[in-house]
């Protein structure tokens, strides 16, 4: 009778902690397809911001999606408008709170637009830190819109200050929403996404700089990784309002490939993945809401697939 009621007893037990989810007989295997060794650290592009209006995202659906696969996913804090060693440092005082608290050796950089640049500064100055560099849509050669802006508006105009006038007072209204960095210049940011800009931020910082006018460069440099991507297209869905902004700055790549404000070639840096998604800047991360065109690639499902390459690399 003892030995019957000490059976019963361990029975209850396990049904108690099946019904509390402890315990399930079959389990099922857990997704680890973007579980990488390091942490990845989003970190945003011009005007971006981590997350507004308290559920808006910047990365959208992206953070969900590495997550769900494992990956350990932060998403960085910089300034909207502002020089790439302004943004870097921000992101550098950032990462060093995250390993202090968390013990993290090195973070995988993913960096869309701007945001490429700013992970570059990073990698060549702490290179501590990082163990990898995405960029997407990242104009490491600078932007054709850039260029036509600093001619159209140059500096000392009219036309550039209150231009300049009108991008701080928007970086600070997503910076007020966003709860982000309230470093803003206005001047710094385009000066630094010309052709003239970005060409003496190679000249300071060449890691995985392409050999050719449109090639690769290094995969691997001082033991960062560097990898890139980016789209070529422009008006992708009649439903997405930023597509008329986005064709709009087409115009100034006189029907070379680009996504509406970065040329297909200068988006190249380290291991090329891809240069002609069929996104635009925007679609690059699933943004508006995810509308895109109806065959492209899903953003969301590329950016698992290089986490999950860089858990094969050990990283």
Sequence with gaps: MR?????????????????????????RAT???????????????????????????????????LRAGGATVYVASVSQLGSDITRGNQLITQLDNLRAVYGYRKFNLIGHSQGGLTIRYVAAVRPDLVASVTSTG????????ADGIAVLAPAGSVQRALAEGFATALAD???SFSGGQSSQNATDALVQL??????????QFPAGAPTSACGSGAASVNGIRYFSYGGTGVLTNGFDASDALLGAGSLFFFGSANDGLVGRCSSHWGTVIRDNYGWNHLDEVNQLFGLRGL??????????SQANRLKGLGL
Excluded: E
């Design 3 to 27: 030995r019957f009621a000490v059976v019963s007893r361990l029975l209850l037990a396990v049904a108690l902690l099946g019904g509390a989810g402890l315990w399930s007989a079959p389990a």
């Design 31 to 65: 997704d680890t397809y973007t579980q990488t060794r390091y942490p990845i650290v989003l970190v945003h592009g011009l005007f971006g911001f981590d997350q507004i209006f308290g559920s808006v995202d910047y990365w959208y659906g992206i953070t969900k999606g």
């Design 138 to 145: 990242t104009p490491h050669r600078g932007s054709a819109v």
């Design 173 to 175: 209204l997503i910076s």
């Design 194 to 203: 010309t052709s003239a800009g970005t060409a003496q931020f190679n000249a």
């Design 295 to 304: 065959f492209s690639a899903d953003p969301v499902a590329v950016y698992r």
